[in-house]
């Protein structure tokens, strides 16, 4: 049984704030899913201890893969390095590239630059569980670790709070005019009171 990838998220960020580990582990989360994201699949079983690079691209076909996200495409390569030691593993993430996502301003699609530094540890133990949100222990049977979700999830939670075209050199916004022109419209009407309310409310006081 898997957990889908988006609904794995929303559990995380809900024990993430009542400051609770949830109990799957990412590596398991979805067999198809694996087939998927194969790129993204690190075979650790037989690195020599000592220090490893990889590299990862992620881009429009792998945001697509995931629901209910902010990043709609990108052009962001993640370096990653490795670092084997007799007891388990350090993985240190860094990313950096753009990624396409949605003005909060004027709801169109724009480019934003991303940079990020991630560490991940990984330690040997009975069963696979993650023990903290940057510490993962897996069974000593674990031969490979899926790391879509993680990459996934280090590219969305390092995105800005608020995400909004940026100004031009002059400090103007380069929001799209029309956009935000409908954007009002559409608010005012909303606040414009309906007569039939009125109406109903009467009714109600009878
Ligand atoms: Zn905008």
Not at 144 to 151: K, N, P, S, V
Not at 176 to 199: V, Y
Request: aromatic share 8%.
């Amino acid at each position: 049984m898997g957990v889908e990838p988006a609904t794995h998220k929303k559990i995380k960020k809900i024990c993430k704030s009542n400051n609770i580990l949830p109990t799957f582990a990412a590596p398991i989360f979805r067999e198809k899913e694996m087939d998927k994201f194969k790129a993204y699949k690190l075979n650790f079983s037989g690195l020599k201890i000592g220090e490893h690079s990889f590299d990862f691209q992620l881009d429009e076909e792998f945001f697509s893969a995931f629901e209910g996200g902010s990043i709609l495409a990108a052009d962001l390569p993640v370096h990653m390095r490795l670092l084997k030691t007799e007891n388990g593993m350090q993985l240190h993430f860094s990313g950096k590239g753009t990624v396409q996502v949605l003005c909060d301003r004027c709801l169109e699609a724009f480019t934003l630059p991303l940079d990020f530094e991630e560490v991940l540890h990984i330690r040997f133990g009975q069963h696979t569980h993650e023990q903290a949100e940057d510490v993962l222990v897996l069974s000593h049977e674990a031969t490979h670790l899926a790391l879509a979700q993680y990459l996934y999830e280090y590219a969305e939670l390092n995105l800005p709070m608020r995400k909004v075209h940026p100004e031009d050199v002059d400090g103007n916004s380069v929001c799209n005019p029309g956009m935000l022109k409908h954007i009002e419209s559409s608010e005012t009407k909303e606040e414009e009171i309906d007569p039939r309310w009125d109406a109903l409310k009467q009714l109600i006081e009878k």
